[in-house]
């Protein structure tokens, strides 16, 4: 197999104006954010979210346990937006990753935009269809004892 390319990283922006994203994972369409009455977003991760990395305080708003041992040591002090994609390469995140980054805006005191990443992990993926196969081969060994 050919050496990891880089991470593959997704740009988008939201028309002005419009509502949040409510980003959805692209492997299994878990909602990844629950909003509450107050309006504040938690995050609700999946097995396949790596990361929330969130442009406007430059801090992660959520990483895995895979992706806090791969950043271990590393300084994310300094990250910004324009940082981020070196830095997933260089903690050794391959085109098995794909980050998207959501950019949107809306009036506050003015126009203000902010810019979301959201990092999947489709290595996990591996491990899922292992999980589902088994229960499903001891369910064909049964039939067949019959
Ligand atoms: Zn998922």
């Not at 959805?24 to 509450?36: D, E, F, K, R, S």
């Not at 085109?95 to 009036?107: D, V, W």
């Not at 003015?110 to 810019?115: A, C, D, K, L, T």
């Not at 996990?124 to 499903?136: H, M």
Request: charged share 25%.
């Amino acid at each position: 197999m050919k050496p990891a390319a880089k991470p593959q990283y997704a740009s988008v922006e939201l028309p002005f104006g419009c509502a949040p994203p409510r980003p959805h994972c692209p492997i299994c369409g878990h909602a990844l954010l629950i909003v509450g009455e107050d309006s504040i977003a938690n995050v609700d991760a999946c097995r396949h979210l790596a990361f929330i990395f969130i442009g406007e305080i430059a801090e992660f708003g959520f990483r895995s346990t895979d992706f806090q041992k791969r950043a271990a040591g590393r300084r994310t002090s300094q990250l910004d937006l324009s940082k981020l994609r070196k830095f997933l390469e260089r903690i050794g995140y391959g085109n098995k990753l794909l980050a998207l980054e959501i950019t949107y805006g809306g009036m506050a005191c003015g126009p203000v935009w902010y810019s979301d990443v959201y990092g999947f992990d489709y290595e996990t993926i591996g491990d899922e269809v292992a999980e589902l196969e088994t229960p499903a081969s001891v369910v064909v060994a049964s039939a067949a004892d019959r």
